[in-house]
């Protein structure tokens, strides 16, 4: 009985909350670097190498993902999505997404504290804010994102169906981040 310990090392170690500490130190210490320092080492290579890929298409699929994250699109997909999980007695499921929509919230308000504008090589006109960090429209797709990915793990039982939807979720996430630097927004 021993020995099996000995063979599984991370056994009662709490390994989400550490997890979760580890991720929130991570994320302070983005804000505070970000707040300090105009740019991050690569920033401005890693746009133009990016933006040097341009064509019709990606134009229009970072526009795309652009408009995604306009409060008029997501808010109202956020409100039926509250909706119909409340019309389905899923309280908990709804709670969460309204405490991650104010975590968006509070996102877009440390936006004024880091203060730290938009490069000079953006590919539209400026948005409504002239601050890039953090990203509004990514944070909104790695919250809401990561919401869906949970809810379609719970509701979607054949498995390949599920991986599938789920798969194509992260990658809209990832494109979401992508996108706002294609368009010299972050």
Not at 6 to 17: C, D, H, Q, Y
Not at 89 to 97: E, F, G, L, Q, V
Not at 134 to 141: E, F, I, K, N
């Amino acid at each position: 009985m021993q020995a099996t310990a000995i063979n599984r090392p991370l056994s009662g170690v709490p390994w989400k909350p550490i997890l979760l500490a580890l991720g929130t130190l991570t994320t302070l210490t983005l804000y505070i670097l970000a707040w300090a320092f105009p740019t991050f080492p690569g920033d401005e290579g890693a746009l133009m190498r990016l933006q040097a890929l341009r064509s019709g298409w990606l134009d229009d699929t970072a526009i795309w993902f652009a408009n995604l994250g306009l409060l008029w699109v997501f808010m109202p997909a956020a409100a039926v999505l509250m909706g119909c999980l409340v019309l389905a007695r899923r309280y908990a499921d709804t709670a969460m997404i309204f405490g991650g929509l104010a975590v968006i919230a509070i996102g877009n308000g440390l936006k004024v504290i880091v203060d730290r504008p938009r490069p000079d090589y953006q590919i539209l006109e400026p948005l409504q804010s002239g601050l890039s960090f953090p990203s509004g429209h990514s944070l909104l797709a790695v919250i809401l994102g990561g919401v869906l990915v949970y809810l379609v793990g719970l509701w979607v039982k054949p498995l390949l169906l599920r991986r599938a939807i789920q798969a194509g979720l992260i990658v809209m996430v990832i494109g979401m981040g992508a996108s706002r630097v294609y368009l010299g927004v972050h």
